[in-house]
C-alpha cells in the first residue's frame, strides 16, 4: 500500500465523516441560531429553551438520515477491509 493508497483512504475518511457528522451539526447550528433570535426578541434568556429543542432536531435528523447514514457506513466499512483483505494478502 503505497502513499497514495493512504491518502486515498484518508480522503474517503474524511468525506465520510462529513456526510455522517455535516447534516445533524447543520441542523443544530440553525435551530440555534433561530431560538437565540426568539430569546432576543423575547428576552426570556432560559438555558433548557437553548438546548431542548437542539437535541431534539439533532434526534430528529439522525432519525429522518439514519439510513443514509448507516449505508454510508457499511459501504466505507466494506471499502476499508476489502482493501486491508487486498494488502493482506499480497
Known sequence: MGEGDVGAAMREAVI???KLGGPPLVVAL???????????????HEQTLAV????AAVICTVVVLGPFML??????ARLVFDRLVAVGGS
Open 30 to 44: 440553525l435551530v440555534g441560531l433561530v431560538v437565540s433570535l426568539l430569546q432576543a426578541v423575547t428576552q426570556i
Open 52 to 55: 431542548v429543542p437542539k437535541i
Open 16 to 18: 465520510v465523516v462529513l
Open 71 to 76: 449505508t454510508t457506513l457499511n459501504d466505507f
